[in-house]
């Protein structure tokens, strides 16, 4: 009659491909179609953001070696060299007064292919903007030399 072995296989293979079919449902789907609130703005062929808060979001990656820096909204990095290198961060002293640059009043961060340019502007500064450039160039040349 049926060989029960025969029929467990193809009722098991049945059920596989049954289930395996199946959209996998997105653990976001209780989100989908609601507002969000779009963190950077497109500025030619850069993505701006003003007074962002995020560490470490965009990597500036180099040539074959496992060499790339962490950059983010604030002028904070964090190197890989391969492993975790360290983290740098800037401050500046202006009349017996400090200021840790991720915590200046205004901060521009763009990301532009392969760079990050921040604008800085605090009171601390007077009227003086400072900008700085970051690219995976600038920091082969300072790490690497």
């Known amino acids: 009659m049926f060989n029960l072995k025969l029929v467990k296989m193809l009722l098991f293979l049945f059920l596989g491909i049954t289930a395996s079919?199946?959209?996998?449902?997105?653990?976001?789907?209780?989100?989908?179609?609601?507002?969000?609130?779009?963190?950077?703005?497109?500025?030619?062929?850069?993505f701006v953001i003003v007074n962002g808060d995020k560490k470490f979001n965009r990597a500036l990656y180099g040539d074959h070696t496992g060499f790339r820096v962490e950059t983010g909204d604030v002028p904070e990095f964090a190197l890989y060299l391969p492993r975790m290198g360290g983290n740098l961060s800037f401050g500046i002293v202006r009349d017996s007064k400090t200021l840790s640059l991720n915590k200046a009043s205004y901060i521009e961060s763009r990301y532009r292919a392969g760079s990050r340019i921040y604008?800085?502007?605090?009171p601390v500064f007077g009227k003086r903007i400072y900008s700085y450039n970051s690219s995976f160039n600038v920091w082969r040349r300072w790490c690497c030399v």
């Open 119 to 122: 604008t800085i502007k605090d």
């Open 21 to 46: 079919a199946q959209p996998l449902a997105s653990l976001n789907d209780s989100q989908r179609g609601a507002q969000r609130k779009l963190r950077y703005t497109p500025d030619g062929e850069d």
